[in-house]
């Protein structure tokens, strides 16, 4: 079955800093990827997808290489705030209406 | 101003019991999820519904049982209710038309079983 996993569930940085998160995945199909941010006691909400043409998608300074040889889709970011803090989740999804398959999560705290 | 709204916001329920969460969604989307997040399993599918059929279910326990009423509302019954289903249960809904279309996510309903 489809799984993603995130090997690390806590960084803890100092701003400014740079940040990556790890993302890899086992699919039978060829999905598209999503990287969802959690802030506390609020709704995860999408920050970035993989798009059909390859493009790499950016938001809010993050951005996501989707390396389909090496199955993974690594959250970066130049420069940590603050405000970055927060529970990142990798998933992936195959099909319109299919569910999304999330990893394990992973913690991030930005220190001053 | 919430598209997707979950009812109530906190729920406290005796060991035993049963309770609905309510969802509702103003997006106009033809798919509704639950999930259900918890320290042991951090963001779990439990079902999905596409035009108010069920699509897909993933809760081995038939103590869970969605409801949908209309098109835009996805409620959730759990019965025989077990300190273990203490978690937040998320609401989400989609427009299915494509495989990397946006999942929206409702603010949970957190649910403490004593």
């Known amino acids: 079955g489809d799984s993603v996993t995130q090997t690390e569930g806590l960084v803890t940085l100092t701003e400014g800093l740079p940040v990556m998160l790890n993302c890899t995945y086992q699919s039978t199909y060829s999905p598209f990827l999503f990287w969802y941010v959690q802030h506390l006691n609020e709704a995860p909400k999408l920050l970035l997808k993989s798009f059909t043409d390859n493009k790499r998608p950016e938001h809010q300074g993050f951005h996501a290489t989707l390396h389909k040889s090496s199955s993974s889709f690594h959250l970066q970011k130049s420069s940590a705030q603050l405000s970055d803090s927060a529970l990142y989740y990798c998933a992936l999804r195959y099909n319109a209406g299919a569910k999304l398959t999330f990893g394990g999560g992973t913690r991030l705290t930005v220190r001053p | 101003d919430p598209k997707i709204i979950q009812k109530p916001k906190y729920l406290v329920a005796v060991t035993g019991s049963e309770k609905i969460l309510i969802c509702e969604q103003y997006?106009?989307?033809?798919?509704m999820y639950w999930y259900r997040q918890s320290a042991k399993k951090p963001l779990e599918f439990m079902f999905s519904?596409?035009?108010?059929?069920?699509?897909d279910n993933q809760t081995a326990s038939s103590r869970f049982q969605p409801q949908s009423s209309k098109k835009n509302h996805l409620d959730l019954q759990i019965t025989a209710l077990k300190p273990d289903d203490s978690a937040t249960y998320f609401c989400a809904s989609s427009q299915e038309n494509s495989a990397n279309t946006e999942v929206f996510f409702g603010k949970g309903t957190r649910l403490t079983v004593v």
């Open positions: 997006l106009g989307h033809n798919a």
């Open positions: 519904y596409s035009y108010q059929k069920l699509m």
